[in-house]
């Protein structure tokens, strides 16, 4: 799949999943495509259906109520589709641990390749976590 | 008549939180509204009663990434109020000084989205654009772009030295010459104005029916903010207009919200001057908190937060209750929705800057055996009629 990959790299388009997160990731992700910022002059894109995303951009701990939905778009993705976590909440959970209503195993609803630490994650390095990624994907 | 129901969510491009609406549509005109919360549900009240004080300030502060000030200091009234508990006056100033910048990125974060969901990305860009020197100085003065930590239970958890107010002072006065800009730009601009004039009106009646909160309200003609009608912190001690408009459409909401910025900016320049000469400590350090109630307010940017805890004695809240704004200013779309086309609805929807992360709830069924089951309501309730008929009827 060298040659595939090494397409995909040069336009990622991206799909925001939000699992049930407090929304600072969510924004800081958009915050990625507001001026200061920019990621799409890297031809990073963010799509507004599933079937059109190389990546999937998944933020906050997964809930009981999100977790089978968001089984399902990962399912719907188009393959190979690459899984980056934002933020501390899909890395480790957060302080959202002990609660009573957040799956216990993210990794079984859904497989992460990247994931990037934070609370929030700065701009800087998500857009870091990109380029990693595109950089494994060239090969 | 026949009825169409347009679903949208839970993963919708235009909803940046996964939720999910049930429009019911006649034709093009929107006949009703539904919506179905508990994707963002993490049980916050539940794991701060195993928290102590300080670790639910952590806590609360990721209820929502928005309003990451508003609701530690909601938390630390509420937690003060139990043995009334002073602050000093520089952390007083402070506390206000984050929490009106947090309303101005705020604000400017739904001005953005609006004009995202009329699909005027232009004004989006622009918006976010000027945000960006707030969070810096966030940064200057907290550490952190977002999630600040800055509250603690008795004041502040770190100082603003007063050789760093100047530069923030200039930053400010950058800000707010492109706030004006913005300001009078977006009040004259066509596009929003015949996009979103006269749409999705909210009476003032209906948002008293709703108890209507924060800038929906008061777009209704509703004077109520609580830095007026309850000051805290420094509020009593700055000056600063309440904004209240009449029409109670998106635009006047959206009018609210741009003068809003600019009276924010008005506060924070007056308690960074305070900020240069204020003496004292930055924190009364708290050793025990009694047993008691007390509860806590705070005009968080999209209206009043409220949260209640109940104390033991002991360093954890025996009962920790949050109330969001969003959680009353949701359901008034249901009467702002009705009747407008479906293109306007979305931003009709929008315009109470519902924040879904503060307002969830889940329903929690455990079967007769204690084990949790996640059954649908709707068949549940089917299976219960089957089961009152079988009896009925032998
Ligand atoms: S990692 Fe932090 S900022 Fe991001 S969603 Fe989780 S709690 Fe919020």
């Given at each position: 799949?060298?040659?595939?990959?090494?397409?995909?790299?040069?336009?990622?388009?991206?799909?925001?999943?939000?699992?049930?997160?407090?929304?600072?990731?969510?924004?800081?992700?958009?915050?990625?495509?507001?001026?200061?910022?920019?990621?799409?002059?890297?031809?990073?894109?963010?799509?507004?259906?599933?079937?059109?995303?190389?990546?999937?951009l998944v933020t906050g701990v997964i809930n009981e109520?999100?977790?089978?939905?968001?089984?399902?778009?990962?399912?719907?993705?188009?393959?190979?589709?690459?899984?980056?976590?934002?933020?501390?909440?899909?890395?480790?959970?957060?302080?959202?641990?002990?609660?009573?209503?957040?799956?216990?195993?993210?990794?079984?609803?859904?497989?992460?390749?990247?994931?990037?630490?934070?609370?929030?994650?700065?701009?800087?390095?998500?857009?870091?976590?990109?380029?990693?990624?595109?950089?494994?994907?060239?090969? | 008549?026949?009825?169409?129901?347009?679903?949208?969510?839970?993963?919708?491009?235009?909803?940046?939180?996964?939720?999910?609406?049930?429009?019911?549509?006649?034709?093009?005109?929107?006949?009703?509204?539904?919506?179905?919360?508990?994707?963002?549900?993490?049980?916050?009240?539940?794991?701060?009663?195993?928290?102590?004080?300080?670790?639910?300030?952590?806590?609360?502060?990721?209820?929502?990434?928005?309003?990451?000030?508003?609701?530690?200091?909601?938390?630390?009234?509420?937690?003060?109020?139990?043995?009334?508990?002073?602050?000093?006056?520089?952390?007083?100033?402070?506390?206000?000084?984050?929490?009106?910048?947090?309303?101005?990125?705020?604000?400017?974060?739904?001005?953005?989205?609006?004009?995202?969901?009329?699909?005027?990305?232009?004004?989006?860009?622009?918006?976010?654009?000027?945000?960006?020197?707030?969070?810096?100085?966030?940064?200057?003065?907290?550490?952190?772009?977002?999630?600040?930590?800055?509250?603690?239970?008795?004041?502040?958890?770190?100082?603003?030295?007063?050789?760093?107010?100047?530069?923030?002072?200039?930053?400010?006065?950058?800000?707010?010459?492109?706030?004006?800009?913005?300001?009078?730009?977006?009040?004259?601009?066509?596009?929003?104005?015949?996009?979103?004039?006269?749409?999705?009106?909210?009476?003032?009646?209906?948002?008293?029916?709703?108890?209507?909160?924060?800038?929906?309200?008061?777009?209704?003609?509703?004077?109520?903010?609580?830095?007026?009608?309850?000051?805290?912190?420094?509020?009593?001690?700055?000056?600063?207009?309440?904004?209240?408009?009449?029409?109670?459409?998106?635009?006047?909401?959206?009018?609210?919200?741009v003068l809003e910025i600019i009276e924010s900016i008005?506060?924070?320049?007056?308690?960074?001057?305070?900020?240069?000469?204020?003496?004292?400590?930055?924190?009364?350090?708290?050793?025990?908190?009694t047993a008691g109630e007390g509860i806590g307010r705070?005009?968080?940017?999209?209206?009043?937060?409220?949260?209640?805890?109940?104390?033991?004695?002991?360093?954890?809240?025996?009962?920790?209750?949050?109330?969001?704004?969003?959680?009353?200013?949701?359901?008034?779309?249901?009467?702002?929705?009705?009747?407008?086309?479906?293109?306007?609805?979305?931003?009709?929807?929008?315009?109470?800057?519902?924040?879904?992360?503060?307002?969830?709830?889940?329903?929690?069924?455990?079967?007769?055996?204690?084990?949790?089951?996640?059954?649908?309501?709707?068949?549940?309730?089917?299976?219960?009629?089957?089961?009152?008929?079988?009896?009925?009827?032998?």
């Amino acid at each position: 799949m060298g040659w595939y990959n090494r397409r995909l790299a040069k336009s990622l388009w991206v799909f925001h999943v939000s699992a049930s997160p407090c929304n600072n990731c969510d924004i800081e992700i958009l915050d990625l495509l507001t001026p200061r910022y920019d990621v799409e002059r890297f031809g990073i894109k963010l799509v507004g259906s599933v079937r059109h995303a190389d990546v999937l951009l998944v933020t906050g701990v997964i809930n009981e109520k999100v977790a089978p939905r968001v089984r399902r778009l990962y399912e719907q993705a188009p393959k190979p589709v690459f899984v980056v976590g934002i933020g501390t909440c899909p890395t480790s959970g957060c302080c959202f641990k002990e609660s009573y209503n957040t799956v216990q195993r993210r990794e079984d609803v859904i497989p992460f390749d990247v994931y990037v630490e934070g609370c929030p994650p700065k701009p800087e390095a998500m857009i870091d976590a990109i380029v990693k990624l595109v950089g494994v994907l060239n090969g | 008549m026949s009825q169409t129901v347009v679903p949208i969510g839970p993963f919708h491009p235009l909803l940046e939180e996964a939720e999910f609406f049930r429009l019911s549509v006649d034709g093009e005109t929107v006949t009703g509204i539904d919506t179905d919360i508990g994707y963002m549900h993490r049980g916050h009240e539940f794991i701060s009663e195993r928290k102590t004080f300080t670790q639910s300030i952590f806590l609360v502060e990721r209820i929502c990434g928005i309003c990451s000030t508003s609701h530690p200091l909601a938390f630390v009234h509420a937690v003060e109020d139990v043995d009334n508990v002073e602050i000093p006056v520089r952390a007083a100033y402070i506390r206000t000084v984050v929490g009106e910048l947090e309303r101005i990125h705020s604000h400017l974060l739904w001005l953005g989205l609006a004009g995202h969901f009329i699909g005027y990305d232009t004004l989006w860009m622009w918006a976010w654009k000027y945000r960006e020197p707030i969070l810096e100085i966030f940064e200057t003065i907290t550490g952190n772009r977002n999630h600040y930590a800055m509250m603690r239970v008795g004041g502040v958890a770190r100082d603003v030295p007063p050789e760093a107010v100047p530069p923030l002072l200039k930053t400010l006065d950058m800000i707010e010459r492109k706030m004006a800009m913005i300001a009078k730009a977006a009040a004259d601009d066509p596009v929003l104005r015949s996009r979103l004039k006269g749409v999705g009106v909210l009476s003032r009646q209906a948002a008293i029916d709703y108890c209507a909160v924060g800038p929906t309200a008061r777009a209704s003609g509703l004077a109520i903010d609580v830095r007026k009608d309850e000051p805290k912190d420094a509020y009593a001690l700055v000056d600063f207009k309440a904004i209240v408009l009449e029409n109670g459409d998106v635009y006047d909401k959206l009018v609210v919200r741009v003068l809003e910025i600019i009276e924010s900016i008005k506060i924070v320049r007056q308690c960074l001057e305070k900020l240069k000469t204020a003496p004292g400590p930055i924190l009364n350090d708290v050793k025990e908190v009694t047993a008691g109630e007390g509860i806590g307010r705070y005009e968080a940017p999209r209206g009043e937060v409220f949260h209640y805890v109940r104390t033991d004695g002991s360093n954890r809240p025996l009962r920790h209750k949050v109330r969001a704004p969003s959680y009353v200013n949701i359901p008034t779309c249901e009467v702002s929705c009705k009747g407008i086309p479906l293109a306007d609805a979305l931003i009709t929807l929008a315009s109470v800057d519902p924040c879904y992360c503060c307002t969830e709830r889940a329903v929690h069924l455990v079967d007769a055996r204690g084990v949790r089951i996640t059954p649908d309501l709707l068949q549940l309730s089917r299976d219960k009629t089957e089961r009152l008929r079988r009896d009925i009827h032998g």
